[in-house]
Nanobody
């Protein structure tokens, strides 16, 4: 069984920084791409950033130059460093990982429970 747990959210002033973590636990054989999504009140969930197995990254335009996604394969953890935060970054942030559990025949998608990020003065 595989679990994803996000952490690191909170309240921060505009211009501030936060680092989110997405830790996978369980009987894990391998992890492919990991995605960070966010969902603001009344809006659809949007893709923010992705990191593939080799460390290649991509970002939605609104966060380019401010957010950095990275992974520590030894710890089965992915990070989202968020700098120069704006009020419009306020949302619940979720991670999605493509994980192959031990003895499983294929990769499956797993979601975390989400962590709230609020940017406000």
């Amino acid at each position: 069984q595989v679990h994803l747990v996000e952490s690191g959210g909170g309240l921060v002033q505009p211009g501030g920084s936060l680092r989110l973590s997405c830790a996978a636990s369980g009987t894990i054989f391998g992890i492919n791409s990991v995605y960070w999504y966010r969902q603001a009140p009344g809006k659809q969930r949007e893709l923010v950033a992705v990191v593939d197995r080799e460390g290649g990254t991509d970002y939605t335009d609104s966060v380019k130059g401010r957010f950095t996604i990275s992974r520590d394969n030894a710890k089965n953890t992915v990070y989202l460093q968020m700098n120069s935060l704006k009020p419009e970054d306020t949302a619940v942030y979720y991670c999605l990982a493509q994980v192959q559990a031990t003895m499983a025949p294929r990769f499956n998608d797993y979601w975390g429970q989400g962590t709230q990020v609020t940017v406000s003065s």
